[in-house]
C-alpha cells in the first residue's frame, strides 16, 4: 500500500504552506486530511480555494454541512464523515437529522432534506438530472442559482472524499465521537 506523509506546515511544500497556514488559523490545527494533501501544492490549493467560494455562496453554513455530510456518506469516505458530523453538530443541526444522514436518509427539516435529496442525486446519477429532481430542490425555496451552488460543493467534497479514501487519514481525537464505517459493499 502506499504511503502518504502528515505533513505539518514546516514539512509541506513551500507551495503548499500557506493553505495550511490558513486551516491552522480557521480550525485551530492542520486537519490530517489537508496535511495528506499538501503534498500536493495543486490539490491543496485547488481544495482551500474552492472551499472559500464554497463558504462564501448564498447557502448557509449549516446547509453546507448537510451536504458535506451527505456527499461523503454517498462516497462511503469515512473520516469526512466524522469531521462534517462535528462540524454539522456545531453549526446547529439536529442530532437526528446528522444521525439521519449517517444512515443514508433524509432529514426530516424540510430544506436540509431538499439539499441532502439533491446532492444524492448528484452524486449517484454522476451529475445527471432529472427534472423532477430539480423542480422538487426549487419548489423546497432554493433557486436555480442554488443548484449550481450545489455542485460546487459537491466538486469540493469530492477532493475530500476521494483523498481520504486514498490516503486513509488517522481520525483526529476530537472526531473519534463522531466515527463512522461505511456499509460493507
Known sequence: MCSYPVHTIESAPEQSRPALRQLQ?????????AA???ASPVL????IGLFERVHASSLTE????????TNAVENASEWPVAFHTALALRQGVQPADVEAIRQGALPADAGLAALSALAR?????????VESEQRKFLDAGFSTEQILEVIA???ASTITNYTSSVTRPALETQFEAFAWHAPAA
Not at 491543496?44 to 481544495?47: G, T, V
Not at 449549516?62 to 455530510?69: E, H, N, R, V
Not at 448528484?122 to 445527471?128: D, V
Open 121 to 129: 442525486a448528484l452524486i449517484g446519477r454522476r451529475g445527471r438530472l
Open 44 to 47: 491543496i490549493n485547488a481544495f
Open 153 to 155: 460543493v459537491v466538486a
Open 62 to 69: 449549516p446547509q453546507i454541512q448537510t451536504l458535506l455530510l
Open 36 to 38: 495528506k494533501m499538501a
Open 25 to 33: 488559523q480557521s480550525f485551530g490545527t492542520v486537519p490530517n486530511i
